[in-house]
């Protein structure tokens, strides 16, 4: 049954088309939304919703934020990597060799070595914490800039781990204990 206009000729394709009615909704039906608060709450956090660091939802990400953030983990990388090589290493050497020692050095060697593996865990810690700071509150859909207002809370623990890699860099040259044996030819 085709249907048929005021003037008795049926419609083309085009007004059939248009004229099928678009869905209403009660007016009842409609719930406004309310505003949001713009501080991002643990709740909008554990949600699953992307914290902003920029709190007014404008504004930049920092370029010089983003290095800081990369050279920390990668500096990270290379501290856990060397801790673990040279781990391996001093059990090798122990179970080869077993030099006389009094049990006074024997202490102060395993305090060394204990002060040295809080420096290296604490380095790697400041290191990632950097960049886990980036993540956190940098907004990467926004444009870049090199600096913004989030930048100086990246640099301080990116800085304290800095001093502390120079830091053992430093006592592993002046203490020649820590070198590591040369191979004679």
């Known amino acids: 049954p085709a249907e048929v206009t005021t003037d008795g000729v049926a419609p083309g394709p085009a007004a059939l088309a248009t004229t099928a009615a ?9 719930q406004e939304v309310p505003p949001t608060d713009t501080n991002p709450s643990l709740a909008d956090i554990l949600g699953g919703t992307t914290p902003l660091g920029n709190l007014s ?7 010089l934020s983003l290095l800081m953030a990369i050279a920390g983990a990668l500096s990270s ?28 050095e024997a202490e102060n060697d395993n305090r060394a070595r204990k002060r040295g ?21 940098d907004d990467l859909s926004q444009p870049v800039a090199l600096i913004n207002q989030w930048t100086l809370w990246v640099a301080v623990p990116f800085v304290a781990h800095l001093l502390l890699v120079a830091a053992r860099l430093v006592a592993r040259k002046q203490n020649p204990q820590e070198k590591q044996p040369q191979e004679e030819v």
């Open 117 to 137: 593996l809080l420096v290296k865990a604490a380095t790697i810690v400041l290191g990632l914490f950097a960049g886990f700071l980036f993540l956190v509150l």
């Open 22 to 30: 678009a869905p209403t909704v009660p007016a009842a039906a409609v």
């Open 77 to 104: 990388l290379v501290v856990a990597v060397t801790l673990f090589i040279r781990k391996r290493r001093d059990e090798e050497g122990e179970e080869g060799q077993t030099p006389a020692v009094t049990e006074e």
């Open 57 to 63: 939802g404008t504004g930049n990400w920092s370029l």
